[in-house]
């Protein structure tokens, strides 16, 4: 492997997993602070941990390629964007098919958090796309 690859990827992954912390414990803070009562279908590390994994596939995918000469990232970026969404509707499959009225927390838990991560998927994958 190149240094310039393993450079990247820790970084990367750092920054990840100290974003990852304090998102985290923020989230649970809000969730005891504001809906202490409410029990959720889907354990929050579980949506955590779907977070990290799926962004660490996609960005060392992604700076992989990149590493082995192939500038071109936009179009596989975006074949697994599309494969990252099926894997969210599979994953939050047992909240839409659970007998619960109230869905609406567990859809946010999981929501506003993809959304947090898109966001620095997409900021750490610029940095390939700006280098062509």
């Known amino acids: 492997m190149e240094d310039s690859f393993k450079k990247r990827q820790i970084l990367f992954s750092l920054q990840l997993l100290i974003g990852s912390a304090i998102l985290y414990l923020l989230h649970i803070y809000l969730i005891n602070a504001l809906f202490s009562a409410k029990t959720f279908i889907i354990p929050l590390w579980n949506i955590y941990v779907f977070h990290i994994i799926s962004v660490l ?5 992604i700076n992989l390629r990149f590493s082995n ?10 074949l697994l964007m599309i494969l ?12 839409f098919l659970s007998d619960t009225t109230e869905k609406i927390g567990d859809t946010l838990n999981f929501f506003v958090p993809y959304f947090i991560y898109l966001a620095f998927e997409v900021y750490g994958i610029a940095q390939f796309l700006m280098a062509k």
């Open 57 to 61: 596939v996609v960005y060392t995918t």
């Open 69 to 78: 000469g192939k500038t071109q990232v936009f179009n596989p970026f975006i």
């Open 84 to 95: 990252k969404m099926i894997l969210s509707i599979v994953f939050l499959l047992p909240l």
